[in-house]
């Protein structure tokens, strides 16, 4: 695929593009390298393998094979969640629904943040793309009232430099709902505050990725992000800063620089893939998708978890071949596992789907926000697809909801086409589960825009109310770069429904760009 159009096809957005796109050339010839000699070892097994696999061929037939591929068949859930290939293949019927259809908007109406703006390289003061964002949030997830105001944190960046990618915090007053009563107090990290004594990980970060933020009990605000590093093989880290955040005059926020930044976790190959993994499976030569970001900050009875995208790890559920043969990650039937088996085996997907091993994560903090305990995944989608993002959780009426976004150009699944974005949800009595699909499958929201339609919507957030079963959903609009004038902005927000273990979206609920709450 030309880089162009994979470029496009991930939407432009540094946060989303495939990590091969931001290696420089000298590092692509270390990479190239160091994969020759992996390639070497690699082809040397494969040999090995091929003539153990002709000699039971030649000397037992065909049925013999098909034995031996039977034996390797199991059955384990290693104890957590699964997003199946069982209900994702009843999703492509069930997304024609208009229960799950993301509204349409009328692009006409659609207007950018007026005050996105920063600076290029070249100190010259431009207008910014946004995408994916997120509000302060109280511990219970509602939107929090900082001093009057309702604040977003957001990615923004050059909408020609893809590098450029940093975190920035938008500030509207309560009872205000216009896109253009949006303000911006500016980026939350100077590019000199990742130069943290003692930290092995943020000195190498090279852009900032989405996260949450809370506001903590004594009225601090606590930003929880991800650190990339476009220097070592896409490597993300879970990473936290106290945002210092003052009021100048009665309509104005500043930022006033952070404290207390430092890593908390970067995967630990047992329950997490972690990037050495990563490297020494091939690295971007391997086609394999690393991905720890997205961290999702929540309390449950005193207790303080992020809950984040992730990789399975070695004891979890690792990538392989293997996994094809594990039912759990099947569900349905004896049949349906047997035949489904045979045709992934058969599929041009094969490889892609052994190597999909996405996860929600979940790790418990200290109270000083460090790294505590690392707990078994919440959910994960092996053999499905390596990308489950935006990870979203909160409690409800005594339960807990689990959301998170996913492309199906990601996906191995019949059915679901490269333009589809879903965003999935799961319900469970306990934040760690189990966890069982929403609406039977796991649906609950679908686009299938082409990336280039002005109106694109990605990156779905449920922003739970104080009252009420409704919930506001969030996203951001139009791939960055597309367009000269028109840039990524703030989606029109909508209503979605949830009761119990079914959720719709609510008939003419379309909220105006941006907002959050519908609690005035």
């Known amino acids: 695929m030309e880089p162009v159009l994979l470029f496009r096809q991930i939407d432009m957005t540094s946060r989303y593009i495939e990590n091969e796109l931001l290696v420089s050339d000298t590092r ?3 990479i190239q390298k160091g994969e020759k ?3 070497i070892k690699k082809i040397a097994k494969q040999t090995t393998a091929l003539s153990f696999a002709t000699a039971l061929l030649v000397g037992a037939g065909s049925q013999t094979w098909a034995a031996e591929s039977n034996h390797k068949d199991t059955n384990n859930n290693y104890g957590v969640s699964h997003i199946t290939r069982d209900n994702m293949l009843k999703i492509p019927q069930q997304q024609k629904s208009e229960q799950f259809k993301v509204p349409a908007f009328d692009k006409a109406t659609i207007k950018n943040i007026a005050s996105a ?3 290029d390289k070249s100190g010259n003061l431009i207008d910014l793309d946004v995408w994916d964002s997120w509000p302060l949030q109280n511990a219970d997830g509602t939107v929090a009232n900082y001093h009057g105001y309702q604040v977003v944190f957001a990615l923004a960046g050059d909408p020609k430099d893809a590098d450029d990618t940093s975190i920035y915090v938008f500030y509207q007053k309560i009872g205000e709902d216009s896109i253009d009563s949006w303000e911006n107090a500016g980026r939350v990290f100077k590019d000199s505050d990742k130069f943290v004594p003692n930290d092995p990980h943020l000195k190498k970060q090279t852009q900032e990725w989405s996260g949450s933020a809370t506001l903590t009990s004594d009225g601090k605000v606590r930003l929880f992000y991800t650190n990339f590093s476009g220097i070592n093989y896409g490597k993300q ?11 100048p005059s009665a309509d104005t926020l500043k930022i006033e620089g952070v404290e207390d930044h430092k890593s908390i976790f970067d995967g630990d190959g047992k329950k997490y893939q972690n990037i050495q993994q990563f490297i020494d499976e091939g690295a971007y030569g391997s086609e394999d998708n690393h991905t720890l970001r997205d961290p999702h900050y929540v309390e449950d009875k005193g207790h303080k978890y992020l809950v984040f995208e992730a990789n399975t790890g070695t004891e979890d559920g690792y990538q392989g071949e293997d996994s094809l043969y594990n039912r759990a990650y099947y569900g349905g039937n004896n049949p349906f596992f047997q035949s489904e088996k045979e ?3 058969q599929s041009s997907n094969k490889k892609k789907a052994s190597l999909a ?9 200290n109270n000083d926000y460090t790294l505590k305990k690392v707990m078994d995944p919440l959910i994960t989608s092996n053999t499905v697809t390596d990308e489950i993002e935006r990870a979203n959780v909160f409690k409800k009426d005594g339960k807990w909801y689990l959301f998170t976004d996913s492309r199906g150009s990601k996906m191995t699944i019949d059915g679901i086409g490269q333009d589809d974005v879903y965003m999935l949800g799961y319900v469970s009595n306990t934040l760690t589960g189990k966890y069982k699909p929403l609406n039977d499958t796991g649906l609950v929201l679908h686009m299938d825009l082409d990336p ?3 109106t694109f919507t990605y990156s779905h957030f449920a922003v739970p109310q104080v009252k009420g079963d409704n919930v506001v959903i969030t996203s951001y609009m139009t791939n960055r770069g597309f367009y000269s004038e028109e840039h990524s902005t703030f989606a029109p927000s909508f209503l979605l429904n949830i009761k119990g273990s079914k959720t719709a979206v609510v008939k003419n609920s379309i909220l105006p760009q941006g907002q959050l709450s519908t609690d005035r």
């Open 28 to 30: 692509k010839g270390i």
């Open 37 to 39: 000699q992996m390639n």
């Open 117 to 119: 703006k920063g600076y």
């Open 237 to 247: 880290t879970l990473t936290t800063a106290q945002v210092n955040v003052s009021q």
């Open 343 to 345: 045709k992934l085996l």
């Open 357 to 365: 091993n996405g996860a929600l994560g979940i790790v418990e903090l």
């Open 452 to 454: 280039n339609d002005k």
